[in-house]
């Protein structure tokens, strides 16, 4: 077993970092168990992670974010964009009517 399929076991069971991160575990005793009891033992039932935990804890971020949003302070942004793309929309259309190119520099 070598320290590449250690790196790709870490990357499926992305609750592992968290753990070294929180000082729980090392990454020399995460080895080791990994080295010792392979990557099918029952030990790292709890590092895995299910596609269905993930999505839910998505929906909740989600659902948190729209329980927060301030739908005027978002209608105000929406207006301010829409402005600002008129503004563009309008330079470029005068940049269509006028024949000379405004970016050509002329050398003195």
């Keep these: 077993m070598s ?3 250690f790196k790709q076991f870490v990357k499926k069971h992305p609750k ?3 753990e070294v ?3 729980k575990k090392t ?3 995460l080895y080791n168990d990994w080295y010792v009891f392979g990557e099918d033992d029952d030990m ?3 590092y895995r992670s299910t596609e269905k935990n993930e999505q839910g804890d998505l929906v909740q971020k989600l659902a948190s974010y729209l329980k927060h949003l301030d ?3 978002l209608q105000t942004h929406i207006t301010n964009v829409q ?3 008129a503004s563009i929309q309008e330079v470029v259309r ?3 009517h006028t024949k000379k190119d405004p970016f050509s520099f002329r050398k003195d």
């Design 44 to 46: 790292w039932d709890e």
């Design 16 to 18: 592992l970092i968290e």
């Design 21 to 23: 991160r929180q000082g």
């Design 83 to 85: 402005q600002a793309i």
């Design 27 to 29: 990454w020399k005793e």
């Design 3 to 5: 320290i590449e399929q």
């Design 94 to 96: 005068q940049m269509q």
């Design 71 to 73: 739908v005027n302070e």
